[in-house]
């Protein structure tokens, strides 16, 4: 399997940007996707997914401004990131498990394929 993220850039505070992540090398409809990043001087946190019938699920941090969604006929996903702020500075990483029905989409443990990551920067 293969994960490619492409979309990042820098833009101002308020901004919106979108980041997509293509994928290869099985069948993409079948599994989870989910989106995390690492912020300077921080772990890599969770910040959406999004299962095979389409249920969504984000993290508090980003509820209400980010949206995942997938397009099962290009093996895409995106994720549309409105009123962006400096804290969403960041490297973001599409990400999926082996397992064929993940439930724990919140814990990156259980995703076996990363991408290498995009960079967001987000200026004020």
């Known amino acids: 399997v293969q994960l490619v993220e492409s979309g990042g850039g820098s833009v101002q505070a308020g901004d919106s940007l979108r980041i997509s992540c293509l994928s290869s090398?099985?069948?993409?409809?079948?599994?989870?996707m989910g989106w995390f990043r690492q912020r300077p001087g921080k772990d890599r946190e969770f910040v959406a997914a999004i299962t095979r019938v389409f249920e969504p699920t984000y993290a508090d941090a980003v509820k209400g401004r980010f949206t995942i969604s997938r397009d099962n006929a290009k093996d895409t996903l995106y994720l549309d990131m409105s009123d962006l702020k400096p804290e969403d500075t960041a490297v973001y990483y599409c990400a999926t498990p082996a397992a064929l029905f993940y439930e724990s989409v919140t814990y990156q443990e259980g995703y076996t394929w990363w991408g290498q990551g995009t960079q967001v920067t987000v200026s004020s």
């Open positions: 090398g099985r069948t993409f409809k079948s599994y989870v």
